[in-house]
């Protein structure tokens, strides 16, 4: 089993930056992609970005390339993503989730309870 607690969310304004974290227990973390999704009200969740348990191989949605960076650090179990650039689109709750290396939800095995990033233009 896995555990998944994200942090890190909260106001901005456009223009601005958040670090996102996600600390993840259990077993097999360094075995796991891990992937960041978001959900906006109405909307369906969709995916942000991915980084393979290497961390070498990582992965964007096209609408934050060049704006977000994930990372993550196997030593410590941690999972950031970094936005920069905040727009009011970026509003929505992020989830951190565990998985194999794809960009489908449905894919995904383990998921945080979320964190609401707001956006004010």
């Known amino acids: 089993q896995v555990q998944l607690v994200e942090s890190g969310g909260g106001l901005v304004q456009a223009g601005g930056s958040l670090r996102l974290s996600c600390a993840v227990s259990?077993?097999?973390?360094?075995?796991?992609?891990m992937g960041w999704f978001r959900q906006a009200p109405g909307k369906e969740r969709e995916f942000v970005a991915a980084?393979?348990?290497?961390?070498?191989?990582?992965s964007y949605a096209d609408s934050v390339k060049g704006r977000f960076t994930i990372s993550r650090d196997n030593a410590k179990n941690t999972v950031s993503l970094q936005m920069n650039s905040l727009k009011p689109e970026d509003t929505a709750v992020y989830y951190c989730?565990?998985?194999?290396?794809?960009?489908?939800?449905?894919?995904?095995?383990?998921w945080g309870q979320g964190t609401q990033v707001t956006v004010s233009s």
């Open positions: 989730a565990a998985g194999p290396w794809a960009t489908a939800k449905f894919e995904y095995d383990y």
């Open positions: 259990g077993r097999s973390f360094n075995s796991y992609t």
């Open positions: 980084i393979r348990w290497s961390g070498r191989s990582t």
